[in-house]
Structure formats: C-alpha cells, structure tokens
C-alpha cells in the first residue's frame, strides 16, 4: 500500500493537469440600438464564472428623424379658384358677361370661370367643319372640292353663305347635335333653322371642341385635325383678334365669332383657340355678350383671355 504522502503528491499532481472548466453563459441581453446605428449584446455568467462575450455588431445605418426629410405629395393647386382671382382683375363693362376656360396642354390641367350659355356666333364654324369631318370619316370619304372650298372661306374669312351651304350638309342642328353627343359637348345645342350663330354653348364645352380639334386623345383623324389647325392658323388680318392677345409675339390658332343681337342692339363677341406662351401650349375659350359695341366686345374678351392664361402661365 502506498504511503498516504505518496498518494497526496499523486492527486496534486492530477489536479494541476485538469483543464479551466467555465460555466455557459446565462443569458445574453440585447441593450439596444445606439445613434450611430451599433447594436450592443451583453452576456451574464453563472455567479463565480468569468464573463466571456461582450461583443459589438454594426447593424444598417439608420438616420435620425431630426435629418430625415419628409416625402410629401406636393399640394394640389387649385386651377379653378386661380382663374377665379385672375378673371376678376377683368374690367365687365356694365349689364355684359364673360366666361372663359383653360387648358395646359403638357400637363392636361383646366379650369373654367362661369358657366352659363352664350350664342356662339360665329365660332360654331369650327364645330360645322368638326361634324363634317366627322361624317366624312364615318363614311370612309374625303371632303369634296366644293366641300374644302366653303371650308376655307368660313374659318379664315368667317364667311356666312358658306357656313349655311355646309349646315345643310351636316344636317343642320340635327347632325351638330348628333356629333357634339360624341364629341362630348353636353352643354351645346344647335340653333333652330338656318340660325347656327344662335347655337347655344358653354366655355367649358369649347373647350372640349378645341380638345378633338388640337389633340390626340379626338375622334377626328390626325388628318382632319391639321386641316382644321392649318384654315385656324390662316384667319385674315383683321380677324387675329381675341385669344391671340394672350400670345403676343408667339404662335396661335383662332377663329372669333361676333353678333350683334337684333332685339337688344348689344354684342356678343367670343373667340376659341390655342396660343403659345413661353413655349407652353393652351387651349383657351372666351364667350361674351351684353357690349354696347363690337369693339368693346373685343377688348373685354381680349382681357379675359389674358387674365385666364395668365392664372396658369404665373409661377405659384
């Protein structure tokens, strides 16, 4: 049997060979996310054992909302109250009115001040020539020679004998009905018998024509529409009058309608077209009636067409 000495030293011995045991971790606790975006983790050991984890990791970056720049929608801008606030800076003579709309071509918004009915005077001759192009198209035809020939007459001379010969044609209130229906003019009615300058329309409504004759989005043929476009842009010299106003020095395409009313002796002067402001485009409709003059009718209407494009063309 071996001393107990012996047996001390050899137990010594085992002991000092045993490996550092360390107790797991107890728990590990995430304290969270600092401003700089670094998530730290600490570890608890057994009570007596080392701590053996504390560690950092770098998480996304994140930003700190006093920095982040809100995604807002811009707000929405009032087109209509705009042109209100325009269309009053307009000086209406007594007992007259005045409508007027518009449209930005690029961006397709509009806006339309008043909406009662007017004569239309002479500026149905651009809805006559529509229907007509219309029907023609319907029918797979071209317009006939004589047809293009009262064409020209009634929209660059404003000819009244060749706008009654192409009423007849289109059938008079009946077929400018039938096609505003589809046109989309649900504010526009035929005059009675051979009176189409007492059609009765709305500046919104022109508009709407002024949309099937300048843009893509129409019924009418790309074809039919720069013939319209090309007899607008050649009205005589002493019709460039009216909406063009508002496009001084720049491009424009008009007709003008002006009546002087047999019971009243006052005037109803319109004009309906696209001008060209700073290379932006507007489709631009001013219906008046009540002057004591056709000059006046004139000025009125060139006023208010200014003011209308002005409310769109001013930066906000």
Do not use: C
Not at 11 to 31: E, K, M, Q, W
Not at 133 to 156: F, H, N, P, S, W
């Amino acid at each position: 049997m071996e001393s107990s000495r012996a047996s001390r030293r050899r137990r010594s011995r085992r002991s000092r060979r045993r490996p550092l045991l360390f107790t797991a971790l107890a728990a590990i606790a995430v304290s969270g996310v600092t401003a700089g975006g670094t998530v730290y983790v600490k570890a608890r050991a057994h009570s007596g054992a080392r701590a053996v984890a504390s560690a950092s990791a770098p998480a996304p970056a994140s930003v700190s909302p006093s920095t982040t720049e809100a995604s807002v929608e811009p707000a929405a801008v009032d087109r209509k109250a705009l042109l209100s606030q325009a269309m009053a800076s307009v000086s209406v003579p007594s007992g007259a009115k005045v409508s007027a709309a518009v449209l930005e071509v690029d961006s397709g918004e509009s806006a339309a001040y008043g909406g009662a009915a007017f004569d239309t005077a002479s500026i149905v001759k651009v809805d006559i020539l529509a229907t007509l192009l219309l029907q023609a198209q319907d029918a797979g035809r071209q317009l006939t020679v004589a047809e293009k020939a009262y064409a020209t007459k009634m929209i660059e001379n404003s000819d009244n004998a060749s706008a009654t010969a192409l009423w007849h044609t289109i059938g008079r209130a009946e077929g400018l009905d039938t096609a505003n229906e589809r046109f989309g003019l649900a504010g526009t009615s035929g005059g009675s018998g051979e009176l189409w300058g007492l059609t009765q329309t709305t500046a919104a409504d022109q508009l709407a024509l002024l949309q099937q004759v300048f843009g893509e989005e129409s019924l009418l043929s790309a074809a039919s529409r720069t013939y319209v476009q090309g007899l607008m842009k050649g009205v005589e010299a002493d019709q460039q009058w009216g909406v063009s106003a508002a496009a001084v020095g720049s491009s424009w395409a008009l007709k003008n309608g002006w009546l002087a009313r047999s019971t009243t002796g006052l005037w109803d002067v319109n004009s309906i077209g696209r001008v060209t402001v700073d290379g932006t485009d507007y489709l631009v409709a001013v219906l008046s009636k009540g002057t004591a003059s056709e000059a006046k009718g004139i000025s009125l209407v060139e006023d208010a067409a200014k003011a209308a494009v002005s409310s769109f063309a001013a930066p906000l």
